[in-house]
DNA sequence: GCAAAAGTGTTGAGTGTACACCCATGC
DNA sequence: GCATGGGTGTACACTCAACACTTTTGC
């Protein structure tokens, strides 16, 4: 039923938020070629499937997730890029907000881990150049689209959201300028509740609007 | 030898700018399906072949020229796109200047044409979807990189360059802004020459810098 | 009361937009 | 001299970036 088309596979670099650091979902790979290397999940895409549904396969069978903002970002295809024979890769980037992190960690189908995207050590095939791609696309996104939406918590400080914009950007921004600008916008909407159980004075918490 | 991957494909939107209208190169098609109806030119993604070379060797094919501006658009993976099996096509679009424009109507190889992308007829596949993905790339494009270098011959009066705009945005746009715009950004410089054998006043020649 | 993080305003530069008339040439 | 397209300037609104101190809480 499900043949695959074995020149056209799938590749998911799923992003996280947490601790104030960018985290990137790999899994160890339990088949050759790379056998337990740390990689992207992936998979072949079948024939009568279409790429982003490949993609949300992966990502279900991965963590049983449905609902996780999912983008085609690049297409891979060097001749050698896959030791046996040529595949042509499409790259998508997921981005879970930190609800659903814990749970997928906590996820028995296959060992995975959330590893800090800086400083990653070198992973099989293409990958890093994937994920190099996938932040660059993230950089890019980031004033287009409220993408940010679904890397932070349904509820936030707006110094967590600075946190998040200064890990993508890989800059400081100043503080007033930008609460000024997604307030000013209409990004965010603040709320009537405060941040709770911190050492310091507590935080207003603000949501996504839409 | 080079064998064809034959569930990949590459189309090419190729665009140009004449007589103040956007036009697009189409082939009569020489093989089923779709024999002798106007289509993309496309082809097979070899084995041993990146895709974007594919592509080139398609505009190669077609016209014998190779400086021409190639960007890939994006991926057409409908199930049923294509009649007899999946085929996963990449577009790229095309740009070819107005010089190289009548040289290519000329060329032998199959019959080609250019059409007036406005109310353009349907064409096979999905290729009207392809068009109009070329389209709103370029609209996008447009403002982010000096991509209509490519689309106007090495000197021109900047109210061609206006025409372009407009044809390609759909609205129409304020001269003086425009020019205001373009020369303090500097992306276009004053040559000491100007169009001649014209109606009216003569104008100003503009190139491009860089 | 003090350490630590949260929160707040103003100014200047630059950019985008709206808007209407004179200019140079060919005929 | 007139029709045709070529060319020009100003004023306002808005957006962005730079910059440092006060406030609130937990301990």
Redesign the interface.
Known sequence: MHNK?N??SVDCSILGFEDGALKILLIKRDKEPGLNLWSLPGSYVY?????HIAARRVLNELTGIHDVYLS?VG?F???NRYPSH?V?S?LYCALVKPEILELIAGSHAKEVGWFNITNLHPLPFDHNKMIQMSLNWLKEEIWQKPILKNLLPNKFPLNQMQDLYQSILQTSIDNRNLRKKVISQGLVEKLDEKTKGGQQRPAYLYKFRT
């Open positions: 088309i020149n056209i024939m009568d499937e279409k790429i085609q297409i295809d060097e001749l040529r042509v499409i």
